[in-house]
């Protein structure tokens, strides 16, 4: 396909997607039931719904939270660590153990791979790989003599 071609194809498909963007949003207020005569009814109607919704899952938040928090101090302390969030200023508690929070996600630091391999290396089911020591010439072998040249 030419790009003068899809160039025009866009365009016309931009066109016809604002042609049918009134329609479709006619059709889907009228599936909703909030049309009406008034264009100011209906925005009034939106608005209120909105706004409802909105009370409704701050305060639905906010029991969640109190709620596994609550349930979070039930347990000892000793075995869970707090941390407040800057960005959502949410408190975090975090079990030392599984190393989850009360909402059941890991931190941003967490690495699930590197926590097995911490296990397996406490276990002895495998062993630390050790580092090379001394000068490496990657292009002279070890049995040459040009090591004594140099």
């Not at 009814?41 to 609550?70: F, G, N, P, V, Y």
Request: aromatic share 6%; net charge positive.
């Amino acid at each position: 396909m030419t790009a003068r071609c899809k160039k025009r194809r866009n365009r016309n498909n931009a066109i016809r997607r604002a042609k049918n963007k009134v329609k479709e949003l006619k059709k889907l207020k009228k599936t909703l039931g909030l049309i009406d005569e008034d264009g100011m009814e209906i925005m009034d109607k939106i608005k209120d719904i909105t706004e409802q919704d909105k009370k409704d899952q701050k305060e639905a938040k906010e029991e969640l939270i109190k709620r596994e928090l609550k349930e979070v101090a039930a347990v000892p302390d000793d075995k869970f660590i707090e941390v407040v969030n800057e960005k959502t200023k949410v408190k975090h508690v975090y079990n030392e153990k599984t190393k989850r929070d009360q909402f059941g996600s890991y931190p941003s630091w967490y690495n699930p791979k590197k926590e097995q391999r911490k296990q397996k290396l406490k276990q002895g089911k495998i062993t630390k790989k050790r580092q090379f020591r001394g000068k490496r010439m990657h292009y002279i072998d070890k049995t040459c003599a040009w090591k004594n040249a140099m």
